[in-house]
C-alpha cells in the first residue's frame, strides 16, 4: 500500500520561508515521478512544482518559479518543497503526489498517489 504523509506546513509572515516535507512508503521516489499540489479557499486545486523519475528534471508553476524548489532525498524515501519569499497568495492546502512517469508532470491525472496535504497559511 503506498502512503504519502505531509509535514512542515505552518503559520508565517510574509518574506519567510518554509519547507514541506513529503514521506512516502510502499514505493520509491526514486521510480517515481513527485509534485507538489495546492488548494486554496474556494478555489481549484493546482499545480505547484514536479520532478522526474531521474531526479535531475524539474517544472514549476510560473506563480512559484525563483521561489520555491522541489527536491528529493532517495535515502529517505522522501521528497521536499522549499519555499522562500512566501506571499499571503501561496496560503492553501499543500498536497504531495506521486505518479509512474519519467518527465515531470503538471496534469493531475498523471498522478496516481496522493497525500492527505498540510496547510501552509501566509499572513501580511
Known amino acids: 500500500q503506498v502512503q504519502l504523509v505531509e509535514s512542515g506546513g505552518g503559520l508565517v509572515q510574509a518574506g519567510g520561508s518554509l519547507r514541506l516535507s513529503c514521506a512516502v512508503s510502499?514505493?520509491?521516489?526514486?521510480?517515481?515521478?513527485m509534485g507538489w499540489f495546492r488548494q486554496a479557499p474556494g478555489k481549484e486545486r493546482e499545480f505547484v512544482a514536479a520532478?522526474?523519475?531521474?531526479?535531475?528534471?524539474?517544472i514549476y508553476a510560473d506563480s512559484v518559479k525563483g521561489r520555491f524548489t522541489i527536491f528529493r532525498d532517495n535515502a529517505k524515501n522522501a521528497v521536499y518543497l522549499q519555499m522562500n519569499s512566501l506571499k499571503p497568495e501561496d496560503t492553501a492546502v499543500y498536497y504531495c503526489a506521486a505518479g509512474t512517469f519519467i518527465m515531470p508532470a503538471s496534469q493531475e491525472e498523471r498522478y496516481g498517489y496522493w497525500g492527505q496535504g498540510t496547510q501552509v497559511t501566509v499572513s501580511s
Open positions: 520532478i522526474g523519475r531521474s531526479g535531475g528534471s524539474t
Open positions: 510502499g514505493r520509491t521516489v526514486s521510480s517515481s515521478g
